[in-house]
């Protein structure tokens, strides 16, 4: 039954998000000068309970600054490099990841 809901919860999130109707976490950061998103989540209260470990993930990686916001989007790029001008998409991973 659980595996049976998660699919159902998954599929609801994913049509959500395809419609621009999902809650996302999006934190900006002044050091370095980031914004990331986080998501997709079905609603704004699965998204504020998930924005703690968020936030200290970021801060044990040294962010200073951090800024959150909750809100409903669907954005192009996870991952925003303002220092660098770089957009970063977390879900790729290298080619050569896990090679010694």
């Known amino acids: ?3 049976i809901w998660h699919n159902l919860k998954e599929t ?7 419609l621009g109707l999902a809650w996302w976490v999006e934190i900006e950061t002044q050091h370095p000068r980031c914004t990331y998103y986080f998501g997709p ?3 704004s209260t699965d998204a504020k ?5 968020y936030v200290e993930d ?3 990686e040294g962010a200073q600054g951090i800024l ?3 809100k409903r989007c669907k954005p192009d790029n ?3 490099a303002d220092d660098l001008g770089e957009r970063i998409d977390r879900k790729v991973t290298p080619a050569f990841s896990g090679q010694i």
């Open 1 to 3: 039954m659980t595996t």
């Open 12 to 18: 609801v999130i994913n049509t959500y998000n395809s």
């Open 41 to 43: 989540f079905l609603n």
């Open 49 to 53: 309970v998930a924005t703690k470990g």
């Open 58 to 60: 970021l801060e044990a």
């Open 68 to 70: 959150v916001n909750v």
């Open 78 to 80: 996870l991952t925003i």
